[in-house]
T-cell receptor, first 116, second 112 residues
Framework: EAGVTQFPSHSVIEKGQTVTLRCDPI?????LYWYRRVMGKEIKFLLH????????ESGMPNNRFLAERTGGTYSTLKVQPAELEDSGVYFC??????????????FGPGTRLTVL | TQLLEQSPQFLSIQEGENLTVYCNSS?????LQWYRQEPGEGPVLLVT?????EVKKLKRLTFQFGDARKDSSLHITAAQPGDTGLYLC????????????FGTGTRLTIIP
């Protein structure tokens, strides 16, 4: 079974440009999460989709970030316009619905974003 | 805002030694997970502890959840070079599929 995949693995862009990150969750996983780690900091939550709906987007830093999950399958995270402080590693995770105990979140390898 | 502080931040020890990594918070978590992350990969779940005072063992690794569900520890017995990596604790504030709050991480190096 394929794990969570993310594309691209690396992206280098200039300040002010737009970048779109993609995440393909494990097939059948309704829950999809975005996290990111900026330099020297801990991994922080960005948002949570249940199928195509945003369940929790409390971690989104500002309105330059737009996440979508059309059809409840893959998700995209667009940063427009990118700023220097957006540099970091963006992780996607997915999990099955857990009835009594939260499902394990399986993480993708991450996309390393560098904004110059 | 819930925070998880891990200590030590870096640890380098000789093969065969024992070590303990701590994960502390002033907040209560419904469950706490320990992950290990290799370079270029995402975190991989090692264990989940749910009950205060719970102890789980995974071969040479022993995980404990504090009685008040605010802290946790990871103890490794007879460390091996294959244990080298970044260890992360992460807490979940409530039951259900919810966001994880990650700790600051402990980078462990086992010297052969």
């Amino acid at each position: 079974e394929a794990g969570v995949t993310q594309f691209p693995s690396h992206s280098v862009i200039e300040k002010g440009q737009t970048v779109t990150l993609r995440c393909d969750p494990i097939s059948g996983h309704d829950n999809l999460y975005w996290y990111r780690r900026v330099m020297g900091k801990e991994i922080k939550f960005l948002l949570h989709f249940v199928k195509e709906s945003k369940q929790d987007e409390s971690g989104m830093p500002n309105n330059r970030f737009l996440a979508e999950r059309t059809g409840g399958t893959y998700s995209t995270l667009k940063v427009q316009p990118a700023e220097l402080e957006d540099s970091g590693v963006y992780f996607c995770a997915s999990s099955q619905e857990g009835r009594f105990i939260a499902g394990e979140q399986f993480f993708g390898p991450g996309t390393r974003l560098t904004v110059l | 805002t819930q925070l998880l502080e891990q200590s030590p931040q870096f640890l380098s020890i000789q093969e065969g030694e024992n070590l303990t990594v701590y994960c502390n918070s002033s907040s209560v978590f419904s469950s706490l997970q320990w992950y290990r992350q290799e370079p270029g990969e995402g975190p991989v779940l090692l264990v989940t502890v749910v009950t205060g005072g719970e102890v789980k063992k995974l071969k040479r690794l022993t995980f404990q959840f504090g009685d008040a569900r605010k802290d946790s520890s990871l103890h490794i017995t007879a460390a091996q070079p294959g244990d080298t990596g970044l260890y992360l604790c992460a807490g979940r504030p409530g039951f259900g599929n919810e966001k994880l709050t990650f700790g600051t991480g402990t980078r462990l190096t086992i010297i052969p």
